[in-house]
């Protein structure tokens, strides 16, 4: 009884920017956490932001200072700022949740559909 929902992605030149949203919906009492994954074709699927409790944020290496992650705990819902695309940022990009349901209350993991992040030229 909880989805996530992600939208914005696209096809971008190199260089450019795009931003992903990612809202959650259904019968949530909480939310732990929400991050933004990525999965290229024939590569195993990555962390690329994680923003816990909407105040404790991780970045992986290889996005540090070209994207944001921010949240809006009003709308649970989070965005991811790219900017200064490359190539290698081609992929589907998920939105995963650690949300606790209003019955039972226990802490699950849930996964969006994914939308594709394409940058080239």
């Known amino acids: 009884q909880v989805q996530l929902v992600e939208s914005g992605g696209g096809l971008v030149q190199p260089g450019g920017s795009l931003r992903l949203s990612c809202s959650a919906s259904?019968?949530?009492?909480?939310?732990?956490?929400m991050a933004w994954y990525r999965q290229a074709p024939g590569k195993a699927r990555e962390l690329v932001a994680r923003?816990?409790?909407?105040?404790?944020?991780n970045y992986a290496d290889f996005v540090k200072g070209r994207f944001t992650i921010s949240g809006d705990s009003a709308k649970n819902t989070i965005y991811l700022q790219m900017n200064s695309l490359k190539p290698e940022d081609t992929a589907v990009y998920y939105c995963?949740?650690?949300?606790?349901?209003?019955?039972?209350?226990?802490?699950?993991?849930?996964w969006g559909q994914g939308t594709q992040v394409t940058v080239s030229s």
């Open positions: 995963n949740a650690a949300i606790v349901q209003r019955s039972p209350r226990v802490v699950r993991a849930y």
């Open positions: 259904g019968s949530i009492f909480s939310i732990n956490d």
């Open positions: 923003i816990t409790r909407g105040t404790i944020i």
